[in-house]
């Protein structure tokens, strides 16, 4: 699987180091285009490596996340997860309620707990990307996923 997708690794919070997350278009994501409850597929912003890294941004109220989710790593109740199902690299494009949907075998992720299996055959979570808003008002990316993006890995 694709892992690291980064030029090189954040530092600090430099936030014009980061890589504004897009979506089909090519359009910057501002704090408001989700409401609760809503996802949507971005991309980070396209830089050699990282073109094939398809990424769910989702939205929730900030208290509902828990479990394995790295709540240092969203911002206003947006969470990213890779879109790249880990069990065979199908993309996680479904839900059921609140729960993400894989339409290849139906694996399940809980996007309030770090995206955890919770249904299927998918071996492991869905990778978390670090985000945050950048100083001009969009959604970045302050580093790469936190772990092994689709198949393989562990
Ligand atoms: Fe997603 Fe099999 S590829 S459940």
Do not use: W
């Amino acid at each position: 699987g694709l892992t690291r997708v980064f030029e090189r690794s954040y530092t600090g919070p430099v936030y014009s180091d980061g890589i504004y997350l897009v979506d089909g278009e090519g359009n910057r994501i501002t704090e408001s285009a989700l409401s609760e409850g809503e996802k949507l597929t971005v991309f980070p912003e396209p830089r050699p490596g990282i073109e094939k890294a398809p990424t769910l941004l989702v939205r929730h109220a900030e208290d509902a996340y828990g479990g394995e989710t790295k709540t240092e790593y969203t911002v206003g109740g947006y969470a990213a997860y890779s879109k790249v199902c880990t069990h065979a690299g199908c993309m996680v494009s479904n839900e059921e309620g609140e729960t993400l949907v894989c339409p290849c075998h139906f694996g399940k992720f809980d996007p309030t707990a770090g995206a955890k299996v919770v249904g299927g055959p998918p071996p492991r979570a869905l990778p978390q990307l670090p985000i945050t808003l950048s100083s001009d008002g969009y959604l970045i990316a302050t580093g790469d996923f936190n772990g092994t993006v689709g198949p393989g890995g562990d």
